[in-house]
């Protein structure tokens, strides 16, 4: 299973940084360049959470943490979908 999930990955042709799932709906990444986009969005979300302590007032938080995770998750989601496949549904590998 996951020879053929490397396998799938490998198959890239196009440089897409993100294929779509070989399960499910969504992207996963495929490139360096995919991985440094989700690394780079993890690192800021736990940065963000490292601004938040328990004297954090209800509506700080919204400010300080929800607002950018949620602009983060957006921007996230362009780039998989401009430098991804088209999304869609699959459960297994693509039949040839």
């Known amino acids: 299973m996951l020879k053929e999930y490397i396998r799938y990955l490998k198959n890239n042709p196009d440089g897409h940084w ?9 992207w996963t990444p495929a490139t360096w360049q995919g991985f ?3 690394f780079v969005y993890i690192a ?3 940065l963000f959470a490292f601004t938040i302590d328990e004297t954090s007032p209800p509506r700080e938080i919204a400010f300080t943490f929800a607002l950018p995770v949620i602009l983060l998750t ?3 989601i362009r780039i998989c979908h401009k430098k991804g496949e088209k999304p ?3 459960w297994g590998p693509p039949k040839k």
């Open 36 to 38: 440094t986009v989700l």
């Open 44 to 46: 800021l979300i736990v």
């Open 18 to 26: 993100f294929k779509a799932k070989l399960y499910g709906w969504g």
């Open 88 to 90: 869609r549904w699959q």
């Open 74 to 76: 957006i921007a996230v």
